[in-house]
């Protein structure tokens, strides 16, 4: 018993002799099934119905072919994608535009070169918002003033200011304009 680790018990070691034979009988006794009952044979009908349904299911139709990979790259598939339907705004309410038709339009200029303009060429010029563009340059004066503008010019001044020439059209005067706004 030099090497073994386990003590001997009365039937002997656990690994040799008599008690490795009662640890097998009572493996044995523990682990038995109970015996098969015979099976019963099947009708000669009921095997003609399997067989018939066979015949029109296909044997292999349970099997499905797997598929075919022709790229080397994997795309997930294309699933159902919804649109978004909220059930409440998430902003109770829509936000005013910050460019309106009076911070568009600072100021009108009234500079001799200004009052120049407008004798010749037939021009307003207005100090403007410095984000506002041409096009909402003239959509503000068409508001406010009600005329029709022919084009718009605008330039940044030194001091960072944006300056826009708005050039009327032929059926409105821009002197009578300037009068009816009080520049002149």
């Given amino acids: 018993l030099y090497g073994c680790r386990r003590m001997p018990t009365e039937f002997g070691s656990a690994r040799h002799g008599p008690a490795r034979r009662l640890n097998r009988l009572m493996f044995a006794a523990r682990t038995a099934m109970p015996p098969k009952a015979p099976a019963k ?9 399997k067989a018939a349904l066979a015949v029109k299911k296909g044997v292999n139709a349970k099997k499905q072919l797997k598929k075919v990979r022709t790229k080397v790259h994997f795309f997930r598939p294309k699933t159902l994608r919804q649109t978004r339907d909220p059930k409440y705004p998430r902003r109770s309410a829509p936000r005013a535009p ?17 009052m120049k303009k407008i004798e010749d060429n037939n021009t307003l010029v207005f100090i403007v918002h410095t984000r506002a563009n ?11 003033y009600e005329i029709e503008t022919l084009k718009v010019n605008t330039l940044i001044r030194p001091d960072g200011s944006k300056k826009a020439y708005v050039r009327l059209t032929s059926d409105y005067d821009a002197l009578d304009v300037a009068n009816k706004i009080g520049i002149i």
């Fill in 41 to 49: 044979k099947a009708a000669p009908a009921d095997k003609a119905k």
């Fill in 98 to 114: 910050k460019l309106d038709q009076f911070t568009i339009l600072k100021y009108p200029l009234t500079t001799e070169s200004a």
């Fill in 134 to 144: 041409k096009t909402q340059i003239k959509n503000a004066v068409q508001k406010l």
